[in-house]
């Protein structure tokens, strides 16, 4: 079954900038949008970010012009770069590859971000 693979997470300063990356490990068709969604402690998983098969994006309020989502030219990559992070930040952070009867989800990659 094909899988999705987060990786770039780790430990940052407020200020500081990481790069996600999240990759399938096959092929997947039909896919209508891909998205980056962020559980951070004691808290439900929200979406981030989001980025559909024509281009289009939309992002939380809270990220906004902080954060880009954009898709990678392998199929089916997609990356979020993220910038100026702040403590709020912190979470464990995954990718969602919405089909047109399921969706797939990454196992999350977990960024802290220091005060």
């Known amino acids: 079954q094909v899988q999705l693979v987060e990786s770039g997470g780790g430990l940052v300063q407020a200020g500081g900038s990481l790069r996600l990356s999240c990759a399938a490990s096959?092929?997947?068709?039909?896919?209508?949008?891909m998205a980056w969604y962020r559980q951070s402690p004691g808290k439900q998983r929200d979406l981030v970010a989001i980025?559909?098969?024509?281009?289009?994006?939309n992002y939380a309020d809270s990220v906004k012009g902080r954060f880009t989502i954009s898709r990678g030219n392998a199929k089916n990559t997609v990356y979020l770069q993220m910038n100026s992070l702040k403590p709020d930040d912190t979470g464990v952070y995954y990718c969602k590859a919405r089909l047109i009867s399921t969706a797939l989800w990454g196992k999350g990659t977990l960024v802290t971000v220091s005060s």
């Open positions: 980025i559909t098969d024509g281009g289009t994006t």
């Open positions: 096959g092929t997947i068709f039909n896919v209508n949008h």
